[in-house]
């Protein structure tokens, strides 16, 4: 992965703004399709404020990628361009046939895996076809960022949501960001539009007083201070601190000392290193006035991903277009997400032995306890919090609606490396099971239906014992 790649990326970048370009003419109306999560959201933030600066209409549809029958409908809509947003390489087939062959112009933004055809009235932007790694090395919001920023420079300011939306597709690693994304992140550094230091990751070190920010910590959880403001208010007394201060407020010396009272206090798991690192390192601070919200660029993930979960996406995508109103009502959607989803996580550290270890997994059943919409992000959370181990795949099952049971898996990148990939796997298990399922490599779910959950994890462990 190297230099040559993201100059073939910047030069396809180069290509989609000219495409797109002539749409802005005010005379073409267009039709923004994209996903309900940070990067998504963010995406489509990024391209709604560069057409509100040309005059040009457009409507924003959020959805999880469209299935054939919905393209078709989509295809019968009266727009001059539809531009689809983290989703659309895996779709050209239909895409093809439904909206280029209603006589529709299409620009596709992705970073998922996909086809990528030659056709006429279409323009495609994907990291996979310049050779790089779309998992990691830039998002869609990091794509619509480089064909905007060919439009014209006074957008720039706007890199701060692709790094967020890199951020909210967990595209920033312990060592840093990679390919397009370091690129964007240099130049934003350079250019004064982000800083950086290093400091305690954790969301709410902005804008929540420490106390508070303890309390609702799910990235890490704090065993022992997530969800017990008693625990919390006496690490802050401890340590001497004014308790309604915000991290950043107390400034770097203090956030040491948290940190290291923090590694004391969890003592079993501080010598976890995805601990560690998910509490402490890379911080960025957003520094230009353009971009409305919290300045810290993973408490602004973090907001656009609660209004993605809560099924808010338009209050998180009004927030990024700078709306102070919705910016307000999505802080108050975070708080809320990480209240429910701090007490998820304290279920579950507090029932570690329901999880069962095969050779291949290791799975829970949640039943009710944690809901369907819970559960995949929990299983993430609790493995880079190091309360589950991470040697082989983490399964989790919960009840969905009716009869319907939800998985949700979850590997690390160094097991998709040794040929996992839980995507194929999850679709195809399911399948036989009369079930539905997907997703990438390192992330996958399915919906089965209950009576079959021995049947489905028979066959899943099979199939991953071959592989893990
Ligand atoms: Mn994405």
Not at 136 to 148: E, P, Q, R
Request: aromatic share 6%; glycine share 10%.
């Amino acid at each position: 992965m190297g230099r040559a790649e993201i100059r073939r990326f910047q030069r396809a970048s180069e290509a989609a703004a000219a495409f797109l370009k002539a749409h802005l003419t005010g005379e073409s109306r267009i039709k923004i399709i994209t996903h309900t999560d940070p990067d998504g959201i963010a995406a489509s933030a990024i391209l709604a404020r560069c057409f509100y600066s040309y005059n040009t209409p457009f409507h924003v549809k959020f959805t999880r990628p469209l299935k054939p029958a919905e393209i078709a409908e989509l295809g019968k809509e009266d727009y001059d361009l539809f531009v689809f947003l983290d989703q659309g390489s895996g779709q050209v087939a239909a895409v093809h046939k439904f909206v280029l062959g209603a006589g529709h112009d299409v620009l596709i933004l992705d970073h998922h895996p996909g086809e990528f055809p030659e056709l006429s009235n279409f323009t495609h932007l994907n990291p996979h076809a310049c050779g790089l790694n779309g998992a990691k090395d830039v998002g869609a919001a990091g794509v619509a960022y480089s064909v905007i920023e060919h439009i014209d420079k006074n957008f720039r300011p706007l890199v701060g949501l692709a790094a967020v939306g890199a951020i909210g597709d967990r595209q920033e690693f312990f060592s840093g960001f990679t390919g397009v994304n370091e690129t964007l992140v240099k130049r934003a550094v350079d250019l004064g539009l982000i800083r950086v230091s290093e400091g305690l990751k954790l969301v709410g070190r902005e804008l929540s007083p420490v106390v508070e920010c303890l309390r609702l910590c799910m990235r890490p959880y704090l065993p022992g201070l997530s969800g017990n403001l008693a625990a919390c208010r006496a690490l802050v007394d401890t340590l001497a601190l004014s308790p309604g201060a915000t991290l950043v407020e107390l400034g770097s010396e203090a956030e040491r000392k948290v940190r290291d009272v923090i590694f004391t206090r969890v003592g079993h798991v501080a010598i976890n290193e995805d601990f560690c690192h998910t509490l402490w390192g890379m911080v960025y601070e957003l520094t230009a006035n353009e971009v409305v919200g919290p300045r810290d660029v993973r408490e602004y993930a973090a907001m656009l991903d609660a209004c993605g979960k809560l099924r808010k996406p338009e209050i998180g995508f009004a927030a990024a277009l700078g709306d102070r109103v919705a910016c307000n009502e999505a802080l108050g959607l975070l708080r809320r997400y990480q209240e429910q989803m701090v007490r998820v996580l304290g279920w579950l550290n507090a029932h570690m032995d329901v999880f069962k270890v095969t050779p291949s997994m290791r799975y829970i059943y949640t039943g009710r306890e944690v809901g369907p919409t819970m559960i995949g992000e929990a299983l993430s959370l609790a493995m880079e919090s190091g309360l589950v181990a991470t040697d082989r795949p983490v399964v989790g099952m919960a009840n969905g609606e009716g009869d319907e049971l939800k998985i949700s898996a979850r590997a690390t990148p160094g097991l998709a490396m040794e040929g996992l990939n839980l995507g194929l796997i999850l679709t195809r298990v399911a399948g036989e099971v009369g079930g539905d399922g997907g997703g990438h490599d390192v992330s996958a779910a399915a919906r089965i239906p209950r009576e079959r959950m021995d049947e489905f994890m028979a066959k899943l462990d099979q199939a991953l014992i071959g592989v893990v």
